[in-house]
């Protein structure tokens, strides 16, 4: 099993910047994937940006070179740095780990980020 704690979201105003934090505890050293998702009103959840064990980062294009995804060298914290937000950014945010042995999928509360024009 593995639990989050996310934390940083709020209200902020176009062009500015936010930093999402995800705690992750329990089986962390069986992570193979960790990363960021958001699902907008009336949207599907869709992929920020997502970590590998080994440091390889991927992200959505419409985030690219905006937000940056890092991981705490004790690879316990994840987090999303947000800069130049728009307010299509506007979405709950969502921390996600992947564990390829047995296919297991495991998700954070989510944390709403909200971008005024």
């Known amino acids: 099993q593995v639990q989050f704690v996310e934390s940083g979201g709020g209200l902020v105003q176009a062009g500015g910047s936010l930093r999402l934090s995800c705690a992750v505890s329990g089986n962390t050293n069986d992570i193979n994937i960790i990363g960021w998702y958001r699902q907008a009103p009336g949207k599907e959840r869709e992929l920020v940006a997502t970590?590998?064990?080994?440091?390889?980062?991927n992200y959505a294009d419409s985030v690219k070179g905006r937000f940056t995804i890092s991981r705490a060298s004790a690879r316990n914290t994840v987090y999303l740095q947000m800069n130049s937000l728009k307010p299509e950014d506007t979405a709950i945010y969502y921390c996600?780990?992947?564990?390829?042995?047995?296919?297991?999928?495991?998700w954070g509360q989510g944390t709403q980020v909200t971008v005024s024009s």
């Open positions: 970590v590998t064990r080994i440091g390889s980062t």
């Open positions: 996600n780990a992947r564990i390829y042995i047995g296919n297991r999928n495991f």
